[in-house]
């Protein structure tokens, strides 16, 4: 069974970076298109970033363009997002989630499976 473990999440201010991290065990990770979702309080869930499985393709929510940066490394089992120039309205719980043979879909209903999040606030 596969499992998703995020970490990094935390407390930073406005102007600030963070790296989440998400650690993948129980099937092969090369083969999964990876990505991140996020969840404010209130709000549905929405589209981060996604990679997919061959890392051909790369996308992102125009929010967040030129500020985040998704990226895997497939000998540590790995996806990170690299968060850059935070703001106030980044503050959610990031999820990532795997998607077999995924090609880096913006929809969470694609994937099937979930990591537990991580609380990222950013204060002004």
């Known amino acids: 069974q596969v499992q998703l473990v995020e970490s990094g999440g935390g407390l930073v201010q406005a102007g600030g970076s963070l790296r989440l991290s998400c650690s993948f065990s129980?099937?092969?990770?090369?083969?999964?298109?990876m990505g991140w979702f996020r969840q404010a309080p209130g709000k549905e869930r929405e589209f981060v970033a996604a990679?997919?499985?061959?890392?051909?393709?790369?996308r992102s929510a125009e929010s967040v363009k030129g500020r985040f940066t998704i990226s895997r490394d497939n000998a540590k089992n790995t996806v990170y997002l690299q968060m850059n120039n935070l703001k106030t309205e980044d503050t959610a719980v990031y999820y990532c989630?795997?998607?077999?043979?995924?090609?880096?879909?913006?929809?969470?209903?694609?994937?099937?499976?979930w990591g537990q999040g991580t609380q990222v606030t950013v204060s002004s």
């Open positions: 989630a795997a998607d077999l043979l995924g090609d880096g879909s913006r929809g969470a209903v694609n994937y099937d499976y």
């Open positions: 129980g099937g092969t990770f090369s083969r999964y298109g």
């Open positions: 990679r997919s499985w061959t890392g051909t393709y790369t």
